[in-house]
């Protein structure tokens, strides 16, 4: 993909976020902004199909609009207009529906928000596969001013803005899903501590990808499943690392409603069939997702929200998640809760990876037991150190804990990668050097002094349990004597 392709597209989409951040920060405006990235895509999909039908596939989408228009005021031929484009795409937008015909709306004077806000409860209600993928977004809120003509002000702008970008279809599906990801990242940038967390930086995710995939790059199919999938960025970096991006199958699930549909938004901008998505709405560790069908999988990555409080109810113990444990996680600290939930979804030959805060290295009580019997079962296979200030929702250091079941046996392997990296902006962030040189450490299984050390269980028992990456790697620079 041309990369100046890339940077126009995503600039183009961002400069249209101006008339939203009058009224609010990013945090709240990619509430807005994507999805109706998402609604022009899907209005310039249908109308370079309506293109192909009229056999004009070089005029403009403006052109199309009109003949769209022309054809559906004849009830017959408007039905098998509307039948051709349901079987091809598997949505209708109908004519009065579209981006496009809002765009002429602003044009003669007489765009209405509440037109707009009609448009996308049709377009959800047209198929299943978008059922409610439009309800976080309030275009009648009341954050734009107390006249509705404050909010036909904003969204005409917005639209125009879009309107620049002439058609999307034009963009490579790779184009148009690496656009879409660096468009959420800019957000998540821009929020900083208001992110929440809804999106996993590409250096992390590129790591966490590779080290979960290595080995299983060329099997004939993969099953990759994220409990915590915020905006699908994990899932969706299987697609670059996997030969055949056809025999992928995804699973998520993610709790916040809005963060779930961009999830589902940044699947279609990638060009994943809906078959192939697996995407659920819900409470991780309230009620255990999936449990039907397939609920074990090749590749486990989560990045959690950390130290979250919950319920750690006495009828989790019977769960098949906790139920080997003996012990709940505290109900002050999930950070276990999802770990061991994660695992338990990983099949016999997979491989997980889950970031979380150091904290899970040697907290004691309810988690020391745990992280224990993990040991036992040679279920923690790698532990990785890295840098402070990695991610938008927090500045404190993370490490990657990998776990597999059926080890042969139950070394693990020390990783302190917190030193290395290079600053971005108010970010630290990983280069492909640094990326390169834990992967090369992670498959190499090899002590490299003030780096990497495979510590023996015996080792792990002399230290109780405690897996604490200065245990096992001196990283102490003695000053030099002048």
Not at 422 to 439: F, G, M, V, Y
Not at 447 to 453: E, G, R, T, V
């Amino acid at each position: 993909m041309a990369k100046n392709t890339k940077i126009k597209l995503t600039n183009s989409v961002w400069r249209a976020a101006d008339p939203l951040r009058s009224s609010m920060d990013s945090s709240e405006f990619s509430q807005y902004l994507l999805p109706l990235v998402f609604y022009k895509y899907l209005s310039d999909k249908e109308l370079t199909y309506v293109l192909e039908i009229i056999e004009r596939p070089t005029d403009t989408l403006k052109n199309a609009q009109k003949s769209f228009e022309i054809l559906c005021k004849d009830e017959d031929t408007g039905k098998v207009i509307l039948n051709k484009i349901q079987e091809r795409l598997g949505f209708i937008i109908k004519p009065e529906y579209t981006f496009m015909a809002h765009i002429q709306a602003i044009e003669e004077g007489a765009f209405q928000t509440s037109d707009l806000d009609r448009s996308l409860r049709a377009i959800q209600n047209s198929n299943e596969v978008f059922m409610g993928i439009f309800e976080g977004i309030d275009l009648l809120s009341k954050k734009f001013g107390y006249k509705i003509q404050s909010n036909n002000k904003v969204f005409s702008e917005v639209l125009q803005s879009l309107s620049l970008i002439e058609n999307m279809t034009k963009y490579t599906q790779r184009e148009l899903g690496d656009s879409f990801e660096e468009l959420i990242g800019f957000i998540a940038s821009d929020a900083g501590r208001k992110s929440l967390g809804f999106y996993t930086p590409r250096s992390i995710t590129k790591l966490l990808t590779q080290i979960t995939l290595e080995g299983k790059e060329i099997q004939p199919e993969l099953s990759v499943y994220d409990p915590t999938m915020g905006s699908g960025s994990l899932l969706l970096s299987a697609y670059q690392y996997f030969h055949n991006h056809n025999s992928i199958t995804f699973y998520g699930q993610e709790l916040n409603f809005s963060t779930y549909n961009l999830a589902r938004m940044n699947m279609f901008f990638h060009g994943i069939q809906f078959k192939k998505q697996h995407l659920h709405r819900g409470d991780t560790l309230g009620l255990d997702w999936p449990t039907k069908g397939q609920t074990e999988f090749d590749a486990v990555l989560m990045n959690p929200p950390y130290s979250v409080k919950w319920s750690a109810e006495e009828g989790y113990l019977g769960d098949s998640r906790f139920k080997d444990y003996g012990v709940l996680p505290p109900k002050s600290k999930a950070d276990y809760a999802f770990l061991l939930h994660g695992y338990r979804h990983l099949n016999a030959t997979g491989t997980m990876t889950i970031l979380l805060t150091h904290g899970a290295l040697f907290r004691g009580g309810a988690e020391g037991k745990i992280r224990q019997t993990l040991l036992e079962m040679g279920a923690i296979d790698t532990i990785i150190g890295l840098p402070t200030n990695l991610l938008y929702a927090t500045s404190i250091p993370t490490v990657i804990i990998v776990l597999k079941k059926n080890r042969s046996n139950k070394d693990v392997l020390f990783i302190d990668a917190s030193q290395h990296f290079e600053k971005d902006r108010n970010l630290s962030t990983l280069t492909e050097k640094h990326i390169e040189n834990i992967l090369d450490s992670y498959k190499s299984r090899k002590n490299k002094p003030k780096y990497a050390h495979v510590a023996t269980f015996e080792e792990i028992v002399k230290n109780d349990y405690n897996l604490n990456i200065p245990r096992y790697i001196d990283t102490f620079e003695e000053e030099e004597i002048p």
